[in-house]
């Protein structure tokens, strides 16, 4: 049997119905779904652009009561470089996603029911007993991440209220292809907000299933709602890497803040993009004086923990002071008094412990559960 047929199966006997936030009935038994920028229209007996979300009878089911993955990961991994430095990140995620970026590093979850090379193994778990497991293994964050968040609100809503009850924090790791109705939705639950801004060119959006708009909208109302946003532009050689590009996306940022974290990460093959090579360092740092030169105040190179000297580290903007020092996802060290600078008093935007460990404790990431 192809593994998607088995999937299908598998996520068909673990749904649950729509929030009704997210669905608008239609004519004939149609839907409408509102969790994702696709607003996808669903006639009886069909799944949406994710294939995780179908009509059964008229009624929009979701994916409900399962993980495709579960494991603790150091926070600045999600990256949030600006929230809980040094802490760990209780993450788990469902399977399908309603982009196909051919260089997805979570391909085997999030083109689960697309391409029949992936496809993993899901365990039922209920909201009480994952918010019980970060509880056990004293994280202070949940977030919903490894395949599109988006598409499965409904449940991350559920997970991220027993969360709240146990006085956690929640996140999505997301590819900001959102609704309006969907960030209302979340909002009393989710406050770390990451977005990757894969491109600034609609025509490359295309190509891997979104629209640039989209994001570009949804960048600018998680600013305005309040949530604590951080975006990340995966620099891949040829795709998106050129000064054009990138200063584009640099000044949109500073336009929305220049308060908002960008990260700037390097591209290994895989999956189905195997051509362009790996991001060498020097564009890394490219893209970094771009970002620094449009006025954004925190600009991360990633993915080259070691190899990038100061830029993975956090500068306070008025005194120019190390505050957080990186390698990697590991915090060397945290001078951070609250949420200032130890040094000059200035404020650093960002979501601050008043007593937040000095250093990351990097004990073996990433634990796994059970
Ligand atoms: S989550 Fe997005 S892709 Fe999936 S059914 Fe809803 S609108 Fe369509």
């Not at 949530?227 to 940022?253: C, H, K, Y």
Request: aromatic fraction near 10%; hydrophobic fraction near 35%.
């Amino acid at each position: 049997m192809p593994e998607s047929v088995r999937l299908r199966e598998l996520i068909e006997d673990n749904t649950g119905p729509a929030a009704p936030e997210l669905v608008v009935k239609g004519p004939n038994d149609a839907v409408r779904c509102l969790a994702c920028g696709h607003r996808c229209h669903i006639p009886v007996g069909h799944a949406g652009v994710c294939r995780v979300r179908f009509n059964r009878r008229g009624e929009l089911r979701v994916p409900f009561g399962y993980v495709s993955g579960l494991q603790i990961d150091p926070i600045e991994k999600k990256p949030f470089y600006h929230a809980f430095p040094g802490r760990d990140a209780l993450s788990f995620g469902m399977l399908g996603c309603d982009f196909h970026c051919g260089y997805c590093q979570n391909w085997v979850t999030s083109q689960a029911l697309r391409d029949d090379r992936a496809g993993t193994r899901v365990s039922g778990y209920s909201p009480d007993e994952l918010a019980d497991l970060a509880v056990e293994h004293d994280v202070p964050v949940i977030v919903s991440t490894y395949n599109e968040p988006l598409i499965t609100a409904d449940w991350a809503v559920c997970v991220f209220e027993a969360g709240r009850r146990r006085g956690l924090r929640c996140g999505f790791v997301s590819n900001g292809n959102a609704t309006p109705e969907v960030l209302a939705y979340i909002r009393p639950y989710v406050e770390l907000y990451k977005v990757d801004l894969k491109s600034f060119d609609d025509k490359h959006y295309r190509k891997l299933g979104g629209v640039l708009q989209n994001v570009l909208d949804s960048i600018g109302r998680l600013k305005e709602m309040g949530f604590w946003l951080e975006i990340v532009t995966l620099v891949v050689p040829t795709f998106n890497d050129s000064d054009d590009e990138l200063g584009q996306m640099a000044r949109f940022i500073a336009g929305v803040s220049p308060d908002i974290p960008w990260h700037v990460t390097a591209f290994h093959p895989d999956y189905k993009m195997t051509d362009p090579p790996r991001t060498p360092a020097a564009t890394l740092f490219r893209a970094y004086d771009i970002g620094r030169a449009a006025g954004l105040r925190y600009v991360y190179a990633g993915n080259l923990a070691g190899g990038v000297d100061h830029r993975e580290h956090t500068p306070c903007p008025r005194c120019g002071q190390v505050l957080i020092r990186r390698r990697g996802f590991y915090v060397e060290e945290n001078r951070m008094k609250g949420d200032a600078c130890s040094f000059c008093g200035e404020s650093i935007a960002g979501v601050w412990e008043a007593d937040p460990p000095r250093q990351s404790r990097g004990d073996g990431w990433p634990r796994a559960i059970r």
